[in-house]
Structures are given as structure tokens and as C-alpha cells.
T-cell receptor, first 113, second 110 residues
């Protein structure tokens, strides 16, 4: 199993551009989530999904959209990138919501100029 | 706002010594987890302790949970240089959302 994969590893955007961060898992996990990690802030939950077709907002959802058309994929879309979205983004999955270990991807480092 | 806060923010010890880091949280939880993050990498799960448990062991790791004080501690015994990493606690409140603390940066000096 590849586990949780993320692409790209690194991306530079200009303010106002849009892009999609890809996340995929091959463990048939129902729960998937996106976090951003900023220095001194720990990880903050952006959006999460408890299953295909179901998504919900986390702690910092503004400026991001998600969809979950399949169990395997959970892309994160930046609609109009802003410098404040410069961060490291992590995708994670777990067998079900709550009371479960989360498995993290390697992260995507995003720089918005 | 952050649910969990780790203390200390940074810790430097000699190889072979024990390392203790603490996590405090704000609201009632279902469970609490500890994760490790090596520089530039994703997080790796270490241990999960449920709200009705008080202590749990896994190899050189010992986790305690005091729900009355809303706090947890992670003890790493006989530390090794390979333990150098950042350590985060994560709490699960409503069952669908995890809240991570700000982390403790541990440096183990060979």
C-alpha cells in the first residue's frame, strides 16, 4: 500500500491564482481531512469528510473548497490564492471518524507571492 | 482557537535521559493522541489514550491522562538521537474533528 499520497510536493503561486492540491489514499478509509501547518500554530483543520459525498468545515475553512466524489480522493481547492495561505498542507485519513489513528501524507509546501 | 497546548515548547536533553512533555486542553474529550513529526515530514501516530484510561504504555513511551485537570503527559524513556522530532498532542471532541496542539520540539544530543 502507498498509504496517503499528496501532490505536488511544492508549489509557488501568484496572488489570485487558483490550484488544486491532490490527496489520495489506498487504505479504503472513510475519514479524510486537510490541515495546514504554520510556524508556532500547530496543525489546524481546514475541511474533513466522513465518507464519499460528505464534507464539512473545520477550524479554518475560508478560501478553500473540497469535494469527495470517491472514497480514495479528497482534493483541496484554493479558489483565489492569498499570501496568508502560504503554509504546509497535510492530508490525513483514518478508518472512520473519531477514536482512530490518523495516517498523514508527506505534505505540500505552498508559497503564495 | 487551539484545543491543545504543549509544554515546554522546546526541550533539549542528553541521550539516555528521559524526556517529558505535557499537553493541556480546554474541553471534554473522547480520546487524546500523541504524534511525532520529523523535520520536513508528515506526522506519525505514536499512541492513543481514551478518556476512560489513565495511563498507557508502548515500548519506551508512557502516556498519562488526567481528565479532571484536562492534561496529558508523554514520557520517553532512555532517549535516543533518533527521537529528535516535534511532538504533538491531538484531541477528539465531537468525534469528527481533531485539534492539534502547538507542539514540543525535542532535541536529543548524542
Amino acid at each position: 500500500n502507498a498509504g496517503v499520497t499528496q501532490t505536488p510536493k511544492f508549489q509557488v503561486l501568484k496572488t489570485g491564482q487558483s490550484m488544486t492540491l491532490q490527496c489520495a489514499q489506498d487504505m479504503n478509509h472513510e475519514y479524510m481531512s486537510w490541515y495546514r501547518q504554520d510556524p508556532g500554530m500547530g496543525l489546524r483543520l481546514i475541511h474533513y469528510s466522513v465518507g464519499a459525498g460528505i464534507t464539512d468545515q473545520g477550524e479554518v475553512p475560508n478560501g478553500y473548497n473540497v469535494s469527495r466524489s470517491t472514497t480514495e480522493d479528497f482534493p483541496l481547492r484554493l479558489l483565489s490564492a492569498a499570501p496568508s495561505q502560504t503554509s504546509v498542507y497535510f492530508c490525513a485519513s483514518s478508518p472512520s471518524a473519531g477514536l482512530e489513528t490518523q495516517y498523514f501524507g508527506p505534505g505540500t509546501r505552498l508559497l503564495v507571492l | 482557537s487551539q484545543q491543545g497546548e504543549e509544554d515546554p515548547q522546546a526541550l533539549s536533553i542528553q541521550e539516555g535521559e528521559n524526556a517529558t512533555m505535557n499537553c493541556s486542553y480546554k474541553t471534554s474529550i473522547n480520546n487524546l493522541q500523541w504524534y511525532r513529526q520529523n523535520s520536513g515530514r508528515g506526522l506519525v501516530h505514536l499512541i492513543l489514550i481514551r478518556s476512560n484510561e489513565r495511563e498507557k504504555h508502548s515500548g519506551r513511551l508512557r502516556v498519562t491522562l488526567d481528565t479532571s485537570k484536562k492534561s496529558s503527559s508523554l514520557l520517553i524513556t532512555a532517549s535516543r538521537a533518533a527521537d529528535t522530532a516535534s511532538y504533538f498532542c491531538a484531541t477528539d471532541t465531537a468525534g469528527n474533528q481533531f485539534y492539534f496542539g502547538t507542539g514540543t520540539s525535542l532535541t536529543v544530543i548524542p
